[in-house]
């Protein structure tokens, strides 16, 4: 079984700033399958990227994703206000689907 | 409009049954594969089960036997059987959509299942 590790846990920063947020698994994964979701408190999760680098429609292109092997990240490059919240990896392999733990990126 | 409207949620003791719905509109639930996460109170994201176009099911260690996944697609409509429910059970759950790179594009709001004495 697949394992995801998410670092930091917490990240502060000030808008305007760069975010960079690590998924890291527990063995090598296929790129096609990993994805990154950003979740606001009392909101369903919303899909960022897929296919660890394909933005998803309406998604800003502030947002990027890349890695591969064991070693993924999400980019954020300008913190704008409503980018504050949590963010999940997501991972699919042997008919399985796990999420890391998430990555807070708080208000410094 | 892809929209997905969880219901079925409550309070209920344990070892005892629950099933949640998830009605589709927008898009034919037959059509793609379906899943359920859940969330527990201040915790990150759980994956629960999926069930794919084919009718294929999978589940997640921690509720294989207890949870069943299903749909009905005259009612275009996904479900989740949940019994023998535990206290860690407690959770918002949520519907969700598959789509490319087995990720999921649409979710619902979730529905809360509080599983206590």
């Known amino acids: 079984e697949i394992v995801l590790t998410q670092s930091p846990g917490t990240l502060s920063l000030s808008p305007g700033e760069r975010a960079t947020l690590s998924c890291r698994a527990s063995?090598?994964?296929?790129?096609?399958?990993l994805a990154w979701y950003q979740q606001k408190p009392g909101q369903a999760p919303r899909l960022l990227i897929y296919?660890?680098?394909s933005r998803t429609t309406g998604i800003p292109d502030r947002f990027s994703g890349s890695g591969s092997g064991t070693d993924f990240t999400l980019t954020i490059s300008r913190l704008e206000p409503e980018d504050f919240a949590v963010y999940y990896c997501?991972?699919?392999?042997?008919?399985?689907?796990?999420f890391g733990p998430g990555t807070k990126v708080d208000i410094k | 409009e892809v929209q997905l409207v969880e219901s079925g949620g409550g309070l209920v003791q344990p070892g005892g049954s629950l099933r949640l719905s998830c009605s589709a509109s927008?898009?034919?639930?037959?059509?793609?594969?379906m899943t359920w996460v859940r969330q527990a109170p201040g915790k990150g994201l759980e994956w629960v089960s999926v069930?794919?176009?084919?009718?294929?099911?999978y589940y997640a260690d921690s509720v294989k036997g207890r949870f069943t996944i299903s749909r009905h697609d005259s009612k275009n409509t996904l479900y989740l059987q949940m019994n023998s429910l535990r206290p860690e059970d407690t959770a918002v759950y949520f519907c969700?959509?598959?789509?490319?790179?087995?990720?999921?594009?649409?979710w619902g709001q979730g529905t809360l299942v509080t599983v206590s004495s």
């Open positions: 969700a959509r598959g789509q490319a790179g087995r990720s999921f594009d649409y």
């Open positions: 927008g898009f034919t639930v037959s059509s793609n594969y």
């Open positions: 069930i794919y176009s084919g009718g294929s099911t």
């Open positions: 063995q090598s994964v296929s790129s096609s399958y």
């Open positions: 296919g660890a680098s």
């Open positions: 997501q991972h699919y392999g042997g008919s399985l689907f796990t």
